[in-house]
């Protein structure tokens, strides 16, 4: 299957899970992460329409970035340590991994120091599960509220990662959970709400998603593995 296909394909799920949830297809962001996938095969990906680009290293992000630059907006997606902050604002427009006041300063500073504002979503642990990385539940409003008046970045939204399980009622209780959290937010931080991979985003896109983050359904299964810590 070509790239082109494949994301004809998963713009018709999109569109067709989006309708359920009575939104038209422009609502919703797809996100085409393409850890592990190398230039050419990007610049194919945004031949064929895609926008918005989903990486989880800042390493691999910056080499691919010096060929691609502004053919796509950046998304950071997976989880950012602080030294890499001051590389990482200027390739990304908006950091979906942030879980800490600590993070979130940083981003701010370096961002202030290149005249940039980076939009920030903040991350949420809905699966419950140990090894995932986010703020819980509990502490999503007091890390939105100290956060939300740094200079520098633009608090956006939340960011979830559903368990992985065949269990498609689980899975849609957490984008549930992520929706409830997300709609209580003040206005202008909540216009992304990013839920959904391939394995569950038509359940994430029924449940209130608007941005969907998607890698083997356009590129095909990863074999290499990356750990996402
Ligand atoms: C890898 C990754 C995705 C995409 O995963 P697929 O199952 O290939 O669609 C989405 N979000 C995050 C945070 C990821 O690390």
């Not at 018709?12 to 962001?29: C, E, L, N, Q, V």
């Not at 590389?87 to 990304?92: C, D, N, R, W």
């Not at 209780?173 to 937010?185: G, M, P, V």
Request: hydrophobic fraction near 40%; aromatic fraction near 6%; charge should be negative.
């Amino acid at each position: 299957m070509s790239i082109e296909s494949n994301l004809a394909e998963l713009r018709k799920k999109i569109a067709d899970a989006a309708a359920r949830a009575g939104k038209s297809p422009s609502d919703i962001t797809l996100v085409a992460v393409t850890k592990t996938v190398d230039v050419p095969t990007i610049k194919e990906a945004i031949d064929a329409g895609v926008t918005d680009i989903g990486e989880n290293y800042v390493q691999d992000s910056a080499r691919k970035y010096d060929s691609i630059k502004c053919g796509a907006r950046w998304h950071m997606i997976g989880h950012l340590q602080t030294n890499k902050v001051k590389q990482a604002v200027h390739i990304f427009d908006m950091i979906q991994s942030v879980d800490s006041l600590r993070l979130a300063a940083e981003i701010g500073r370096r961002s202030l120091e290149i005249g940039k504002t980076t939009k920030v979503l903040v991350e949420v642990n809905i699966s419950g599960e140990e090894s995932k990385t986010g703020v819980t539940p509990f502490e999503v409003y007091s890390l939105c509220e100290q956060i939300a008046g740094i200079e520098g970045i633009n608090l956006s939204g939340l960011m979830g990662i559903a368990q992985f399980t065949d269990d498609a009622d689980s899975v849609r209780h957490s984008f549930a959970l992520l929706r409830n959290l997300w709609e209580k937010l003040p206005e202008p931080n909540r216009k992304y709400l990013s839920m959904g991979m391939t394995s569950d985003f038509e359940i994430a896109v029924e449940e209130g998603s608007n941005m969907v983050r998607i890698g083997s359904a356009i590129f095909g299964v990863r074999t290499v593995q990356y750990l996402t810590k």
